[in-house]
Protein backbone atom coordinates (compact mmCIF):
# COMPACT_ATOMS: atom_id res chain seq x y z
CA UNK A 1 0.00 0.00 0.00
CA UNK A 2 1.76 3.12 -1.19
CA UNK A 3 1.14 6.44 1.29
CA UNK A 4 2.00 9.91 1.05
CA UNK A 5 1.77 12.36 4.08
CA UNK A 6 1.03 16.28 3.39
CA UNK A 7 1.66 18.78 5.94
CA UNK A 8 1.02 22.34 5.87
CA UNK A 9 3.70 24.65 7.26
CA UNK A 10 4.04 28.13 8.43
CA UNK A 11 7.05 28.95 10.81
CA UNK A 12 6.56 25.35 12.37
CA UNK A 13 9.97 26.48 14.97
CA UNK A 14 10.83 24.02 17.10
CA UNK A 15 7.18 21.40 17.00
CA UNK A 16 8.18 21.40 13.41
CA UNK A 17 11.57 19.89 14.16
CA UNK A 18 10.53 17.93 16.62
CA UNK A 19 7.90 16.13 13.89
CA UNK A 20 10.66 15.68 11.82
CA UNK A 21 12.75 13.98 13.99
CA UNK A 22 9.69 11.85 14.68
CA UNK A 23 8.74 10.99 11.38
CA UNK A 24 12.33 9.60 10.32
CA UNK A 25 11.21 6.87 13.58
CA UNK A 26 8.23 5.92 11.93
CA UNK A 27 8.43 1.79 10.57
CA UNK A 28 6.00 2.67 7.61
CA UNK A 29 7.18 3.12 4.91
CA UNK A 30 6.32 6.61 2.96
CA UNK A 31 6.34 6.97 -0.53
CA UNK A 32 6.46 10.99 -0.81
CA UNK A 33 6.18 13.72 2.39
CA UNK A 34 5.09 16.84 0.91
CA UNK A 35 5.15 20.28 2.48
CA UNK A 36 2.74 22.97 1.35
CA UNK A 37 4.17 25.74 2.88
CA UNK A 38 2.73 29.37 2.94
CA UNK A 39 5.61 31.92 3.37
CA UNK A 40 7.81 30.48 6.03
CA UNK A 41 10.91 32.34 7.22
CA UNK A 42 12.10 30.64 9.86
CA UNK A 43 13.88 28.12 8.35
CA UNK A 44 11.31 25.53 8.04
CA UNK A 45 11.46 25.32 4.54
CA UNK A 46 14.79 24.45 4.52
CA UNK A 47 14.56 21.89 7.18
CA UNK A 48 11.50 19.96 5.33
CA UNK A 49 14.00 19.97 1.89
CA UNK A 50 16.73 18.58 4.47
CA UNK A 51 15.00 15.91 5.88
CA UNK A 52 13.37 15.10 2.32
CA UNK A 53 10.62 16.23 2.09
CA UNK A 54 8.98 17.98 -1.51
CA UNK A 55 8.03 21.48 -0.89
CA UNK A 56 5.22 23.48 -2.90
CA UNK A 57 4.59 27.04 -2.21
CA UNK A 58 1.27 28.93 -2.56
CA UNK A 59 2.39 31.70 -3.84
CA UNK A 60 -0.03 34.14 -3.99
CA UNK A 61 -3.15 31.89 -3.85
CA UNK A 62 -3.29 32.09 -0.19
CA UNK A 63 -3.70 29.42 2.33
CA UNK A 64 -7.33 27.80 2.13
CA UNK A 65 -8.23 24.80 4.52
CA UNK A 66 -9.47 22.64 1.65
CA UNK A 67 -7.92 24.03 -1.09
CA UNK A 68 -4.31 23.72 0.23
CA UNK A 69 -4.64 20.62 0.95
CA UNK A 70 -6.41 19.47 -2.30
CA UNK A 71 -3.55 21.31 -4.17
CA UNK A 72 -1.15 19.03 -2.81
CA UNK A 73 -2.99 16.04 -3.46
CA UNK A 74 -3.39 16.94 -7.05
CA UNK A 75 0.53 17.67 -7.19
CA UNK A 76 1.20 14.10 -5.65
CA UNK A 77 -1.35 12.37 -6.45
CA UNK A 78 -0.14 8.74 -6.78
CA UNK A 79 -0.54 7.12 -3.71
CA UNK A 80 -3.61 4.85 -1.98
CA UNK A 81 -3.60 6.10 0.92
CA UNK A 82 -2.84 9.99 1.72
CA UNK A 83 -2.47 10.65 5.71
CA UNK A 84 -2.37 14.22 6.71
CA UNK A 85 -0.45 16.09 9.75
CA UNK A 86 -0.52 19.64 10.81
CA UNK A 87 2.87 21.22 11.51
CA UNK A 88 2.66 20.67 15.19
CA UNK A 89 1.23 17.20 15.67
CA UNK A 90 4.13 14.71 17.03
CA UNK A 91 3.75 11.35 16.40
CA UNK A 92 3.75 9.34 19.96
CA UNK A 93 6.22 6.18 18.48
CA UNK A 94 6.98 4.78 16.02
CA UNK A 95 4.16 2.67 14.97
CA UNK A 96 1.91 5.65 14.94
CA UNK A 97 1.49 6.09 11.17
CA UNK A 98 1.39 2.23 10.86
CA UNK A 99 -1.56 1.76 13.35
CA UNK A 100 -3.67 4.12 11.46
CA UNK A 101 -3.33 2.43 8.00
CA UNK A 102 -3.99 -0.87 9.43
CA UNK A 103 -7.31 0.36 9.42
CA UNK A 104 -7.48 0.49 5.96
CA UNK A 105 -6.92 -3.39 6.01
CA UNK A 106 -11.00 -3.05 6.25
CA UNK A 107 -11.77 -2.25 2.36
CA UNK A 108 -15.23 -0.63 3.84
CA UNK A 109 -13.05 2.07 5.63
CA UNK A 110 -13.19 5.07 3.65
CA UNK A 111 -11.02 7.44 6.02
CA UNK A 112 -9.17 7.54 9.71
CA UNK A 113 -8.72 9.65 11.97
CA UNK A 114 -5.76 8.71 15.04
CA UNK A 115 -5.77 10.25 18.96
CA UNK A 116 -4.49 13.13 19.85
CA UNK A 117 -2.57 13.07 22.97
CA UNK A 118 -2.38 16.68 24.64
CA UNK A 119 1.89 17.92 25.16
CA UNK A 120 3.52 18.35 27.84
CA UNK A 121 2.82 21.29 30.09
CA UNK A 122 -0.90 21.64 28.64
CA UNK A 123 -3.39 23.12 30.23
CA UNK A 124 -6.11 21.38 32.37
CA UNK A 125 -8.38 22.71 29.84
CA UNK A 126 -6.74 21.22 26.65
CA UNK A 127 -5.78 18.06 28.58
CA UNK A 128 -9.70 17.27 29.26
CA UNK A 129 -10.51 18.12 25.59
CA UNK A 130 -8.13 15.62 24.10
CA UNK A 131 -9.01 12.73 26.91
CA UNK A 132 -12.84 13.78 25.80
CA UNK A 133 -12.29 13.63 22.21
CA UNK A 134 -9.85 11.28 21.63
CA UNK A 135 -10.07 8.01 24.20
CA UNK A 136 -8.21 4.98 24.34
CA UNK A 137 -11.36 2.94 22.66
CA UNK A 138 -10.66 2.14 18.74
CA UNK A 139 -14.30 2.24 17.25
CA UNK A 140 -15.88 1.78 13.48
CA UNK A 141 -18.45 4.39 12.46
CA UNK A 142 -21.15 4.28 9.62
CA UNK A 143 -24.26 6.33 8.54
CA UNK A 144 -26.34 3.94 10.22
CA UNK A 145 -24.31 5.37 13.90
CA UNK A 146 -25.75 8.99 13.61
CA UNK A 147 -28.80 8.02 15.45
CA UNK A 148 -26.90 6.65 18.78
CA UNK A 149 -23.88 9.63 17.93
CA UNK A 150 -25.22 12.43 16.46
CA UNK A 151 -22.81 14.78 15.11
CA UNK A 152 -20.23 13.32 16.89
CA UNK A 153 -20.58 10.41 14.14
CA UNK A 154 -18.55 12.37 11.95
CA UNK A 155 -16.21 14.14 13.96
CA UNK A 156 -12.43 13.52 12.73
CA UNK A 157 -9.09 16.06 12.71
CA UNK A 158 -7.04 16.60 9.91
CA UNK A 159 -4.23 17.21 12.00
CA UNK A 160 -3.97 13.29 12.09
CA UNK A 161 -6.33 11.49 9.28
CA UNK A 162 -5.73 9.14 6.49
CA UNK A 163 -7.90 8.65 3.42
CA UNK A 164 -8.39 6.00 1.20
CA UNK A 165 -7.61 7.42 -2.01
CA UNK A 166 -10.80 5.80 -4.33
CA UNK A 167 -12.93 6.56 -1.65
CA UNK A 168 -11.62 10.42 -1.19
CA UNK A 169 -11.88 11.01 -5.00
CA UNK A 170 -15.82 9.07 -5.01
CA UNK A 171 -16.51 12.04 -2.87
CA UNK A 172 -14.43 14.65 -5.16
CA UNK A 173 -12.15 15.64 -2.48
CA UNK A 174 -11.61 18.27 -0.23
CA UNK A 175 -13.70 21.42 -0.42
CA UNK A 176 -12.91 24.57 -2.03
CA UNK A 177 -13.23 27.70 0.27
CA UNK A 178 -14.59 26.19 3.46
CA UNK A 179 -13.53 28.15 6.67
CA UNK A 180 -12.87 25.27 8.49
CA UNK A 181 -13.86 21.91 8.84
CA UNK A 182 -12.76 20.64 5.17
CA UNK A 183 -12.05 17.01 7.25
CA UNK A 184 -15.99 16.88 8.55
CA UNK A 185 -17.26 17.69 5.20
CA UNK A 186 -14.88 14.36 3.72
CA UNK A 187 -16.50 12.48 6.56
CA UNK A 188 -19.84 12.90 5.95
CA UNK A 189 -19.70 12.34 2.45
CA UNK A 190 -18.25 9.30 2.87
CA UNK A 191 -20.52 7.77 5.00
CA UNK A 192 -23.63 9.03 3.09
CA UNK A 193 -21.63 7.19 -0.10
CA UNK A 194 -22.01 3.81 1.98
CA UNK A 195 -18.55 4.06 3.39
CA UNK A 196 -17.13 3.73 6.87
CA UNK A 197 -14.73 5.89 8.96
CA UNK A 198 -12.49 4.65 11.59
CA UNK A 199 -11.23 5.81 14.93
CA UNK A 200 -7.71 4.35 15.69
CA UNK A 201 -6.98 4.49 19.41
CA UNK A 202 -3.59 3.43 19.41
CA UNK A 203 -2.20 5.75 16.61
CA UNK A 204 -1.24 8.42 18.62
CA UNK A 205 -0.47 12.35 18.42
CA UNK A 206 0.83 15.46 20.73
CA UNK A 207 -0.99 17.71 19.55
CA UNK A 208 -3.10 20.58 21.88
CA UNK A 209 -3.48 24.53 21.87
CA UNK A 210 -3.65 26.50 24.55
CA UNK A 211 -6.23 29.35 23.28
CA UNK A 212 -6.90 32.61 25.38
CA UNK A 213 -10.49 33.35 25.85
CA UNK A 214 -10.50 35.65 23.04
CA UNK A 215 -9.54 32.73 20.96
CA UNK A 216 -12.11 30.42 21.86
CA UNK A 217 -14.22 33.28 20.92
CA UNK A 218 -13.12 33.23 17.55
CA UNK A 219 -12.96 29.60 17.08
CA UNK A 220 -16.32 28.94 18.02
CA UNK A 221 -17.27 32.10 15.49
CA UNK A 222 -15.48 30.11 12.81
CA UNK A 223 -17.15 27.05 13.56
CA UNK A 224 -20.56 28.67 14.05
CA UNK A 225 -20.27 30.07 10.35
CA UNK A 226 -19.31 26.57 9.15
CA UNK A 227 -22.20 24.71 10.25
CA UNK A 228 -23.96 27.75 8.65
CA UNK A 229 -23.09 27.43 5.72
CA UNK A 230 -23.26 23.46 6.10
CA UNK A 231 -26.85 23.09 7.00
CA UNK A 232 -26.59 19.60 5.38
CA UNK A 233 -24.78 18.37 8.21
CA UNK A 234 -27.21 18.72 10.94
CA UNK A 235 -29.77 17.36 8.23
CA UNK A 236 -28.13 14.06 7.75
CA UNK A 237 -26.31 13.87 11.59
CA UNK A 238 -28.09 16.03 13.73
CA UNK A 239 -27.18 19.24 15.62
CA UNK A 240 -24.05 19.90 17.99
CA UNK A 241 -25.73 21.32 21.38
CA UNK A 242 -26.30 18.21 22.78
CA UNK A 243 -22.79 17.24 22.73
CA UNK A 244 -21.92 20.69 23.67
CA UNK A 245 -23.35 20.43 27.27
CA UNK A 246 -22.23 16.74 27.68
CA UNK A 247 -18.44 18.76 26.97
CA UNK A 248 -19.20 21.37 29.59
CA UNK A 249 -20.57 19.31 32.37
CA UNK A 250 -17.27 16.84 31.88
CA UNK A 251 -15.26 19.67 31.85
CA UNK A 252 -15.97 21.46 34.77
CA UNK A 253 -15.85 18.24 36.80
CA UNK A 254 -12.23 17.01 35.22
CA UNK A 255 -11.16 20.59 35.98
CA UNK A 256 -12.91 21.46 39.41
CA UNK A 257 -11.29 18.15 41.13
CA UNK A 258 -7.90 19.23 39.94
CA UNK A 259 -7.70 23.08 40.38
CA UNK A 260 -10.73 24.51 41.43
CA UNK A 261 -9.36 28.09 41.26
CA UNK A 262 -9.43 27.25 36.90
CA UNK A 263 -13.38 27.16 36.98
CA UNK A 264 -13.08 30.98 36.14
CA UNK A 265 -11.19 30.91 33.57
CA UNK A 266 -13.18 27.83 32.68
CA UNK A 267 -16.73 29.57 32.64
CA UNK A 268 -15.30 32.43 30.73
CA UNK A 269 -14.30 30.14 28.03
CA UNK A 270 -17.71 28.78 27.79
CA UNK A 271 -19.61 32.11 27.46
CA UNK A 272 -17.20 33.09 24.79
CA UNK A 273 -17.84 29.83 22.83
CA UNK A 274 -21.37 29.37 23.24
CA UNK A 275 -21.52 33.41 22.17
CA UNK A 276 -19.22 33.04 19.49
CA UNK A 277 -20.71 29.53 18.10
CA UNK A 278 -24.31 31.98 17.57
CA UNK A 279 -22.77 34.55 16.66
CA UNK A 280 -21.00 32.27 13.90
CA UNK A 281 -24.81 30.66 12.92
CA UNK A 282 -26.14 34.30 12.71
CA UNK A 283 -22.86 36.13 10.65
CA UNK A 284 -24.87 36.45 7.20
CA UNK A 285 -26.87 39.08 9.86
CA UNK A 286 -23.11 40.85 11.07
CA UNK A 287 -21.66 43.69 8.68
CA UNK A 288 -18.51 42.45 6.80
CA UNK A 289 -16.11 44.15 9.32
CA UNK A 290 -17.37 42.52 12.27
CA UNK A 291 -17.38 38.81 10.75
CA UNK A 292 -13.59 39.05 10.12
CA UNK A 293 -12.95 40.75 13.66
CA UNK A 294 -14.79 38.24 15.01
CA UNK A 295 -12.70 35.38 13.14
CA UNK A 296 -9.62 33.14 13.84
CA UNK A 297 -9.32 32.60 10.16
CA UNK A 298 -9.35 36.13 9.12
CA UNK A 299 -7.87 35.65 5.88
CA UNK A 300 -11.00 33.75 5.02
CA UNK A 301 -12.74 36.99 4.60
CA UNK A 302 -10.97 38.61 1.90
Known sequence: MKVNVYIPTLNGGKRFLDLLEALAGQTLP????????????DGTVEAAR???????????????????RQLAINTYPEADVYIFLTQDAIPADASTFANLVRAFDDPQIGMAY????????ATLQESHARLFNYPTQSQIRELADADRYGIKTISCSNSFAAYRRVAF????????G??????VIVAGKLLLNGWKMAYAGNACVYHSHDYRVREEFERYFDI???????????????RADGEGFRYAKSEVRYVGRRNPFALFKVGCSFVAKW????????????????????????????
Open 178 to 183: TIMGED
Open 114 to 121: GRQLPHAG
Open 169 to 176: EEVGGFPL
Open 275 to 302: LGYKLGLAYRSLPPTLRKAFSMYKGYWK
Open 224 to 238: GVFHSDNRWIFDSFG
Open 30 to 41: VQHYIAVDSGST
Open 50 to 68: ANGFEVMGLGKTGFDHGGT
